[in-house]
């Protein structure tokens, strides 16, 4: 895990997206952070902690990924 400090103006899926990766994680950043679940945009200054996320490999890598 590491920490985010928000920008004045930042939202949930801006923060997921800019620190994990994808809006789809916004769910998680906010489990990890209930304390702010009721904000919707941010002030600055607040310190969020930014959950760890699992990559996903794929099962079968694509040809050509796969190399010579």
Avoid at 17 to 42: H, Q, S, V
Avoid at 55 to 68: E, N
Wanted: charged residues 30%; proline residues 7%; negative net charge.
């Amino acid at each position: 895990m590491r920490t985010y400090i928000t920008a004045l103006g930042d939202e949930w899926d801006f923060i997921a997206k800019k620190e994990m990766g994808g809006e789809r994680y916004a769910t998680k950043l906010m489990e990890a952070n209930e304390a702010y679940r009721d904000t919707l945009i941010f002030p600055a200054g607040i310190e969020l902690t930014i959950p760890d996320i699992e990559s996903r490999i794929p099962a079968v890598m694509p040809p050509w990924k796969k190399g010579r």
